[in-house]
């Protein structure tokens, strides 16, 4: 992993424990699997444990680690660095995905909840009046009761929404092809197809992984079925979203959003998306960031103890299904 990433997901009482469940040396990081100082640490390494910045396991990088039998992931998606020669080879992957999970949940609630309440508007309505708002007047129909949500996957992020949603008055649609009736049935929400949970919803919430298939799954079309006033909520990928015909939707007011990802990552300074009252966005902040970073850490160490004591890992990544997962 890269520095920046040790420092900030493996603090000192973390790094402790992970000395008493494996034998390593804190002081040392491998960032570069050909860099020749680092050859005797990888020639003996059984278990990696990597986080963001780790470069590719490739043929050549597993050369140099003939006693590789697990890689353990202290960060959500190992796309960037597992390869198929790693599954060939019988290597045991883990991640903290789940872990990772949880913030962008919580994340997502706190924007359903608020984006129904038409918070956002309420405040640059008062800021604007420096005075009493008539709430009547101005906001007649906002609240969280009997609201739809619609949810796009039913990921890890997806269904701890779904509990997280439990508590409240709210009827949730879910698009997901690999969820049948039953599943949907045990999940307590309604499965539909894209363009019915479009049409339904008044929130509309994306935990899809980012493929070619779902590339631009709210285009033109699919946005313009959204009733006036829906909100659309991205905390997946920004290529799920037509970022163009978005920003034609929210100039005009029918729509609101509330996007922590966005096509381009970054978006140019001059983008309206930055000014539009009807818009918030942030950083990438949704997944785990600060003290939440130590959730990875602890998440990753749980496993490297399971390992340790020949336990099967808790949460193993199954190659079978990384095609249509993040």
């Not at 990696?48 to 490739?58: A, I, M, N, Q, S």
């Not at 405040?123 to 007649?140: D, K, M, Q, S, T």
């Not at 997901?176 to 949970?197: I, N, W």
């Not at 079309?221 to 991205?234: E, F, Q, S, V, W």
Request: aromatic share 4%; net charge neutral; charged share 25%.
């Amino acid at each position: 992993m890269s520095p920046e990433t040790r420092d900030a997901v493996f603090g000192a009482a973390a790094l402790r424990r992970l000395a008493e469940v494996a034998r390593i040396e804190p002081g040392r990081l491998v960032t570069d699997f050909e860099n020749p100082l680092s050859a005797s640490e990888l020639g003996e390494a059984e278990v990696l444990l990597t986080g963001w910045g780790c470069p590719p396991l490739d043929r050549a990088a597993l050369r140099r680690l003939p006693r590789l039998k697990a890689v353990v992931h202290a960060a959500g998606s190992v796309k960037g660095h597992v390869t198929e020669e790693c599954w060939r080879r019988g290597i045991a992957v883990t991640t903290a995905a789940a872990a990772n999970a949880l913030p962008v949940a919580e994340y997502t609630l706190a924007a359903i909840l608020f984006a129904n309440k038409r918070v956002l508007a309420g405040a640059h309505a008062y800021r604007a009046a420096r005075g009493r708002v008539n709430l009547i007047e101005r906001f007649p129909d906002v609240g969280n009761y009997r609201r739809t949500v619609g949810l796009v996957g039913a990921s890890r992020i997806g269904r701890r929404v779904i509990e997280l949603l439990a508590p409240f008055d709210v009827r949730v649609l879910l698009h997901d092809p690999y969820v049948g009736p039953g599943e949907a049935a045990a999940l307590g929400v309604e499965p539909v197809d894209l363009d019915a949970l479009a049409l339904r919803s008044d929130i509309v919430s994306l935990h899809a992984p980012q493929l070619p298939s779902t590339r631009h799954l709210f285009d033109a079309r699919r946005l313009a079925l959204m009733p006036d006033g829906a909100t659309l909520i991205n905390t997946a990928r920004g290529s799920l979203v037509d970022t163009e015909a978005l920003t034609e939707e929210v100039r005009t007011g029918r729509l609101h959003a509330v996007l922590d990802h966005t096509e381009p990552e970054v978006l140019p300074a001059d983008s309206p998306l930055f000014d539009l009252p009807n818009v918030l966005l942030t950083p990438h902040l949704a997944g785990s960031i600060g003290g939440e970073l130590h959730r990875l850490a602890d998440t990753a160490i749980d496993e490297l103890a399971r390992y340790a004591r020949g336990l099967p890992f808790l949460y193993a990544v199954d190659p079978r299904t990384l095609s249509r997962s993040a």
